[in-house]
C-alpha cells in the first residue's frame, strides 16, 4: 500500500540499524531562519546540515514541502496515518521527528504527542529550536508522553544557558566546550548509542561539524569562535 501523500519516511543509516523519520524543508524554520539570518552570534543554524547536501536535492525539498502542505490541510488525518504507518508496517522502536525543519505551531506539538499516545512501543526524539512554540504548548498544557522525548537545542554554540522546559531534554553544539556525544569516534556513526531519546539523558553535546568534518575550522572562524 502506498503511503498517503502526505507522510513521507526518510532513513538514517548512521543509527546502526536505519532509523525513520518525518521531516519538513529546512526553510520553513521559522526560529532557525531568523538565527540564521543573525550573522552577529554563533548560532549552530547558521552551520545546518540540512540547508545542504542531500536533503537539498530538488526530488528530497518536494517531499518534504509535500508533507508540510499535508499536514497543514489535515492535522487530524496526518496523526491517523501516520500513527499507522508507524504501528503496522514501520513497527520501529525508535522515530526521529524533524531530522530537517521543524515544528511550525504549539498545535504541532499537541498533534506530535498524540502520535506517540498511539504509538505506545515506539520512543520519538524531537529536536526543537522552536522554544516559543513549546513555552505556549506546555502553557496550554501539553505534558509530553513518556515515549517523547522533546530535546531543546540551546541557540548558540558552546552555550551553556540551560533551555530546558519541564518534562524536557536539551542539546547544545560545542566547538570549545566538552561533547558528550561519541558518534566522531565511530566514523560519523551512532551505532547502538540511543542518548537522544533518553529522557534521563538531559543534555547531550554534538560537537560542531560539516559534513565529514569534525570541528570544521573555517566554519568556526565564520561564527566568530576562533
Known amino acids: ?21 518525518w521531516s519538513l524543508p529546512a526553510a520553513m524554520c521559522q526560529t532557525g531562519q531568523s538565527l540564521r539570518r543573525d550573522v552577529t552570534r554563533p548560532n549552530v543554524c547558521r552551520a545546518c546540515y540540512a540547508q545542504i547536501g542531500p536533503m537539498q536535492f530538488p526530488n528530497t525539498q518536494e517531499l518534504l514541502y509535500a508533507n508540510w502542505e499535508g499536514y497543514a490541510a489535515t492535522p487530524e488525518a496526518w496523526v491517523k496515518e501516520i500513527s499507522r504507518l508507524i504501528n503496522t508496517e514501520l513497527n520501529c522502536v525508535y522515530f526521529w521527528l524533524f531530522s530537517s525543519g ?4 504549539s498545535q504541532m506539538f499537541f498533534d506530535i504527542d498524540e502520535v506517540a499516545a498511539r504509538c505506545k512501543n515506539t ?4 529536536p526543537t529550536q522552536e522554544h516559543g512554540f513549546l513555552a505556549e504548548a506546555i502553557a496550554a498544557g501539553l505534558k509530553p508522553r513518556k515515549n517523547l522525548n522533546i530535546r531543546l537545542s540551546r541557540h ?26 561519541p558518534a566522531h569516534k565511530n566514523n560519523g556513526k551512532c551505532g547502538a548509542c540511543r542518548a537522544c531519546w533518553n529522557k534521563k539523558q538531559k543534555l547531550v553535546a554534538y560537537p560542531l561539524k560539516v559534513g565529514d568534518n569534525y570541528w570544521p575550522l573555517e566554519t568556526a ?3 566568530g569562535l576562533v
Open 102 to 105: 521543524d515544528a511550525q505551531s
Open 1 to 21: 500500500m502506498d503511503n498517503p501523500p502526505f507522510v513521507h519516511f526518510t532513513l538514517t543509516s548512521k543509527m546502526g540499524r536505519p532509523i525513520p523519520s
Open 123 to 126: 520512543f520519538f526524539w524531537l
Open 156 to 181: 548558540e554554540v558552546d552555550s551553556t544557558e540551560s533551555v530546558a522546559f519541564p518534562g524536557t531534554t536539551e542539546s547544545v553544539v560545542v566547538y570549545h566546550n566538552h561533547h558528550t556525544c
Open 221 to 223: 572562524k565564520r561564527l
